[in-house]
Structures are given as C-alpha cells and as structure tokens.
C-alpha cells in the first residue's frame, strides 16, 4: 500500500534524525507492520511518530522510544540473546526483539492484554516468544539469567529481582520516577557492581502492583 509505505519512510527518517543509527533496528521497523498492533480506529495513525492507546488506559510506546529502548539494549558487542521484556502491552515491542532472532519472555499483569497480544504474534508466525501473565515486579526467575531486560513501564524504583535475574554483563533498560519526572535508566552489571547511566528523560505509564 503506498501511502503506508511513504508513511513508513517518513517514519524511518524521523527516527534516524532523531539519532537513531542502529540499521538492524530502523530495518525492522521499517517493514514491522504497526498497523496491527493498534485497533483499527488508530491504523491511520499507526506510522506517526507517537503513541497511540490500545485499551485499559495503556498504550503502545512511541517509536522513537522502542527504537530507542531496543538500540541501548544492543549496543556493545555483548550478544544478547535471551531477553525478558516487562510491559507485553500492544506486543510491538516484543516483535521488535524477536525479528532480531531473541529469545523473548515477555510478562504482561493485564490478562486481556496478554492474551490479545499473544493471538497476535502468534498469528504473524513468531515462535520464539515466551508469554507470562504476573507481576513484572518479581521479573521471571524459572526462565533467567538474561542477557537483557527491557522494561516498558516506569517503576518507583529499581525492582532488585529484575537486578538479580541479569546474567553477568546483562544490561537492564528501565524508566524510573514518578509520572512526570521520569529518565530512562540503562543498568549494565559487571564483575562486581552495577554501572548506571542515564539516557533521555521519557514519559511511560506506571509500572503497577499485582495482575489483573
Ligand atoms: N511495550 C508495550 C508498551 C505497553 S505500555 C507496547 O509497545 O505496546 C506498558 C505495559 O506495561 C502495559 O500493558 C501495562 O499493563 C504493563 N504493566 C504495568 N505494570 C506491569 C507489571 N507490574 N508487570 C507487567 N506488566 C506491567
């Protein structure tokens, strides 16, 4: 579809003037079809850069910051191979890392959420992705360590299972702060300590307690 395809360019551009310069990254998301991941009163909308709602007062994150998230999770020459990702929302995110060949666990606390989320992955042929309905906060133990956590919510605070299940040289990538103070946090562990480095101030909706 041709409007759809100079929207999607328009997109990449945008992004890469953005400082976007991860090619593996922009590839994807030039040809991952967003479209499907939003209702289809958004579709229009869906090549814009900006978030859009998908239900239950949550929404799909801006690409910027997709591209963003996933770009800090690969840089470096660390493979990254096993990734949990906490905030399953709209799934793009979560189809993002699997075109990039990584095994996904991605745990979602809304249960409608998670069960349209997985249908649709499904549906796109995805076999490498890993659904858990819970609390992110608890992170997911019986399938860690991982090489990268990637976090699609802000928390109050570093959740310490999240710092636990990374693997050594693991990186967490996490938004932390109140609703309008937030910065998006790149954690990498090392030998002995975490180092910690802030990335962009950003705007997620809240990281929140218990599933349902
Ligand atoms: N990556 C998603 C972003 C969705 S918005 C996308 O691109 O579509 C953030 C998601 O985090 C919401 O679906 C919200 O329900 C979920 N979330 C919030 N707190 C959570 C928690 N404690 N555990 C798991 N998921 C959580």
């Known amino acids: ?4 395809l100079s929207a999607r360019n328009k997109l990449i551009a945008d992004l890469r003037r953005q400082g976007i310069t991860d090619e593996r990254v922009l590839e994807i998301m030039q040809k991952l079809p967003r479209h499907e991941f ?3 009163s958004w579709r229009a909308e ?4 900006k978030p859009l709602p998908i239900g239950q007062s949550q929404t799909i994150s801006q690409p910027y910051i997709v591209a963003l998230m996933t770009q800090a999770l690969l840089e470096g020459d ?18 993002v890392l699997a075109e990039l060949g ?10 409608a959420l998670s069960e349209v ?9 995805y076999r490498n992705v890993h659904f858990g309905y819970n609390d992110g906060n608890a992170g997911w133990a019986s399938h860690g360590p991982y090489d990268g956590i990637l976090v699609t ?8 299972p999240l710092l636990d299940q990374l693997d050594k040289h693991g990186r967490l990538v996490i938004p932390v702060g ?4 937030q910065v998006l946090r790149v954690i990498d562990r090392g030998a002995r300590s975490f180092d910690t480095r802030e990335l962009a101030t950003v705007s997620f909706v809240p990281l929140l307690e218990g599933r349902a």
């Open 78 to 95: 660390r493979p990254r191979k096993r990734v949990l990702e906490i905030g399953t929302g709209s799934g793009y995110q979560t189809a």
């Open 178 to 181: 109140p609703p309008q103070n």
């Open 46 to 49: 869906a090549y814009k850069n």
């Open 102 to 111: 990584i095994s996904v666990f991605s745990v979602e606390r809304l249960k």
């Open 38 to 40: 939003v209702d289809e």
């Open 117 to 125: 989320a997985r249908e649709r992955l499904r549906a796109l042929g």
């Open 153 to 160: 919510a802000a928390a109050a605070s570093v959740p310490q």
């Open 1 to 4: 579809m041709q409007v759809s």
